[in-house]
């Protein structure tokens, strides 16, 4: 079978990470959460040009990447051309797996991979975002909803690849959604893409 591609951007906190777990279960392609890779960059410490250069699979599986500090930290490596350049092969080359990929970041349909069959735009309100991340990290929900602002501002407001939907995405608003729902959504999309 030809490569095929699912490309799904949008900002923190809005669904892109379940759809994407889900629809390639659902059909049987290979999944990247690029955002796993900025954050273990950002984790790395140090030079953050050389980590990104140097990053290895030990990198990619330490516990402590998902926390709201790796975040942080992963939106700021995000900001340096270099880091940017020194990931894009990588992904490229994942997106063309045998069987099918779905990846899920910030800049898959407008940088990483212009060519994907099919672009997901996974967005919410902010409030809403931000009270789904506070479900799971607790402490002050406008402390939260202050650092998703605030990763949002630096995700769409940086000049190399800023946050932005594709002309051709399709854009998926999960805010009055439940995750199931935008699930079946971006499914129904794909299907009719995608024929064996
Ligand atoms: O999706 P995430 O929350 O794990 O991403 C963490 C940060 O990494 C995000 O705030 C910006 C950066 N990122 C990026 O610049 N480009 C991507 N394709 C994915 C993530």
Redesign the pocket.
Known sequence: MAAFTVAIDGP?AAGK?TIGRVVAARFGFQHL???????AVGAKGGDPVSSARSLTAEDLSRSDLRSMEA?QA??RV?LIPEV?AALVEFQRRFARAEGGAVL?????GTV?CPEAEVKLYVTASPEVRAHRRWLEVGGSEAQVLAEVRE?DA??MGRAD?PLRAAADAVVIDTSAMTIDAAVERACSVIAARFRI
């Not at 959460?33 to 954050?39: F, P, V, W």
């Not at 899920?104 to 898959?108: K, L, S």
């Open positions: 923190a990470g959460d690029t955002g796993l890779l900025y954050r975040g992963a939106s995000a940017r899920d970041g910030r800049d898959i990483i990763r630096r995700d690849a």
